[in-house]
């Protein structure tokens, strides 16, 4: 019981510091300079330089909402495509994994929160998908 309630407030006391750290500060406001896109393969199938295309594309990354449904792991046979942000300053700045469907997380050794945009077939469409 004790357990469950200090897993519980870990969870409560993390999402308020990524609320307050991200709270004010737009993505679409980050200073991404590039957008890259690759396939499962890893050909690159999109390079996003224009400022107001990046734009579109942050504004549309950044409506989302966590989601439980699906988890994304390298490792596992699935369709995952490669999100490369490029930027000095953006907490985006870094490679994600994402999937058709608008599901995306972070790449990374642990596991992350997974994430689903609101409107997936425009999101797809700007990444060339």
């Not at 200090?6 to 308020?16: G, N, P, S």
């Not at 199938?45 to 549309?60: F, G, H, P, S, Y």
């Not at 050794?109 to 469409?125: D, I």
Request: glycine share 4%; net charge negative.
């Amino acid at each position: 019981m004790w357990e469950s309630y200090c897993l519980y407030a870990m969870k409560i006391l993390l999402l308020t510091l990524m609320f307050l750290l991200f709270s004010g500060c737009s993505f679409a406001d980050s200073e991404v300079v590039e957008i890259r896109v690759f396939d499962p393969e890893f050909n690159v199938i999109k390079v996003i330089t224009e400022k107001d295309e990046v734009a579109r594309v942050l504004a549309l990354w950044e409506v989302a909402e966590e989601s439980s449904e699906i988890s994304l792991h390298p490792l596992e046979s699935r369709d995952l495509y490669k999100v490369d942000f490029y930027s000095e300053s953006s907490p985006l700045s870094g490679r994600w994994l994402y999937v058709e469907s608008g599901h995306y997380q972070r790449l990374s050794k642990s596991r992350m929160e997974t994430f689903k945009v609101k409107k997936v077939s425009e999101l797809n469409e700007r990444l060339g998908i």
